[in-house]
């Protein structure tokens, strides 16, 4: 890290010691504030982060670490490996019920993977710089910071870290030869597996690939990569393994959630054509950065530096790969994308790097020839560029508004949190709701747990005398048809009932 001009003394600045105190703390500044403020605003969503939550609530009731349950059965339709909700378990024991418990283990999974290309780029850039870069790339980035991934408690934050950090390994180890990194490599493969089985191998048709450019250089180590990938893909299994010997007919509901059923056939009417992730990615996922992939692809593969040369055709070869995997996928969801991003960051952080080296060339020119006026430049440099993706990504979070979809499908949550942190006003309610609801139970589970009484009831068997909240509209034009009622209370699609 260069040395920067203020008001201390020019020695005390330039000493090693506090130049690297003072990128650490700037880096942990950057980091912090777009993956973990007000991670506990919004309330639980619907589906994945919410049924994960009551796969480890049941979790820690009935004791099963093998097996995640919903409501009190093995979850057939969540078939993941338990290693989120065994993370999850842990923050849930520490804070209860609650959005931050669920969710802490995907902004430290975020974390993490921002400290992995720090350290990469120390490592292999040799450069402070360019990891501060391509983290700031990475955390700006709509498709990373945000629903699913880096901030809300799903599988894909933590997948998207240990499947970066298995390719950065197998990179390192390639470019190496030190078998540390090929240890590291199978370590983070196996548990990419036991994060969200199947798609965490996605990355090796692209590795298979780099490895066939490369096969001169480590030929003599064919037979020892071979074995310990056979022992490593052997290990991620045992958990497929074992769940089958408990729970007869596991792998048959895998296959038809994971592999041939979700790629071969439109799961849940979740399709699209084969452009799906790319219009996702540069009109909103990746607005801020997407056109300079093309530009950093062209400026490193042109670099006369060899590690840059290197980490862009190695980007380059798996975003393309894994890219073309999950748009022949007839199943699509938009944050399949997630394990890109890092691999992504890196070619627009070529490209700025150029530049931010060039502003070092000043020096060269008498009147800026000081040491502290070019770091002076790049800090402007950096401020300038990410300011705006920066702070539309803060206030994304900071001041968090629903649209107007979400605050329909939300309003019963938010109320029901809102009773959960303040009892009372809901006491011996029922609540009506048709469809998958573990959004909505997780406050009740805490509403209960507090002493409160409310519980589910379905909208057909209401009687007189029953007190209720509801948000889904067709519920409420039921009620009028088929009961007197009085309106206790309405706010926009969220109404109190009494039946008469």
């Known amino acids: 890290m260069c040395p920067v001009k203020g008001s201390l003394s020019s ?19 950057v980091v912090y504030f777009p993956v973990f403020l007000h991670l506990e605003k919004p309330v ?25 349950h919903y409501e009190g059965a093995p979850d057939l339709w969540n078939t993941k490996p338990p290693l989120l909700i065994w993370a999850q378990l842990v923050f849930y024991n520490v804070f209860g019920v609650g959005e931050l418990a669920f969710r ?5 999974a975020a974390m993490l993977t921002c400290i992995g290309i ?63 990194f090929w240890y590291a490599f199978i370590a983070m493969m196996v548990l990419s597996v036991m994060t969200k089985g199947i798609q965490g191998l996605l990355f090796l048709p692209g590795l298979v690939v780099y490895l066939f450019f490369n096969y001169r250089g480590i030929r003599n180590s064919i037979r020892f990569m071979v074995l310990t990938f056979v022992a490593g893909l052997v290990l991620a299994s045992s958990y497929y393994l074992l769940r089958e010997i408990v729970h007869p007919g596991y792998l048959q509901i895998v296959w038809n959630n994971e592999l041939g059923g979700r790629y071969l056939q439109t799961l849940e009417g979740n399709g699209g054509n084969f452009w799906f992730y790319y219009y996702k990615l540069i009109h909103y996922r990746f607005d801020s950065w997407y056109w300079l992939l ?31 995997i999950i748009s022949s996928s007839q199943t699509k969801l938009e944050w ?14 070529i490209a700025i790097y150029q530049v931010f080296t060039l502003i070092s060339g000043l020096r060269e020119f008498t009147t800026l020839r000081s040491q502290h006026t070019y770091f002076i430049f790049h800090y402007i440099f950096v401020i300038v560029l990410f300011f705006n993706p920066y702070e539309r990504i803060l206030k994304r979070f900071y001041w968090l508004e629903e649209n107007q979809w979400d605050q329909k499908i939300y309003s019963l949550s938010y109320q029901l949190r809102k009773e959960a942190n303040e009892p009372g ?8 709701y048709e469809g998958h609801r573990a959004h909505i139970e997780l406050y009740v589970k805490k509403i209960n747990s507090n002493g409160g009484m409310i519980e589910h009831k379905d909208y057909h068997n209401l009687a ?32 109190r009932l009494r039946i008469l």
Not at 12 to 29: C, D, M, Q, S, Y
Not at 104 to 108: D, E, R, V
Not at 295 to 317: C, D, K, N, P, Q
């Open 11 to 29: 020695d005390v600045i330039t000493n090693p010691t506090f130049l690297k105190w003072a990128g650490i703390v700037l880096f942990a500044l």
């Open 44 to 68: 639980f969503r619907v589906w994945d982060e919410s049924r994960i939550a009551i796969n480890t609530i049941e979790m820690s009731e009935n004791g099963d670490l093998l097996v995640p």
């Open 104 to 108: 802490l283990p995907a902004g430290l």
């Open 118 to 180: 720090m350290l990469f780029s120390l490592r292999y850039m040799k450069s402070y710089w360019f990891g501060l870069i391509a983290t700031l790339v990475l955390i700006t980035s709509n498709g990373y910071i945000g629903f699913h991934v880096a901030r809300f408690g799903d599988y894909d934050s933590m997948l998207t870290m240990f499947m970066f950090l298995y390719a950065i390994c197998f990179f390192l180890y390639i470019s190496s030869g030190d078998r540390r």
């Open 294 to 324: 093309p530009v950093g692809a062209l400026m490193g593969i042109l670099s006369r530096s060899t590690e840059t040369r290197e980490l862009t055709i190695f980007s380059i070869t798996l975003i393309l790969t894994y890219w073309l």
């Open 336 to 349: 399949y994308d997630a394990p890109l991003y890092p691999l992504m960051a890196m070619l627009p952080t």
């Open 425 to 432: 006003e809901l006491e011996g309610y029922k609540y009506l």
């Open 464 to 495: 007189a005398g029953d007190e209720v909240i509801l948000n889904q509209y067709h519920i409420y034009e039921f009620i009028k048809e088929h009961h007197d009622f009085e309106l206790l209370d309405q706010n926009g699609n969220l109404y």
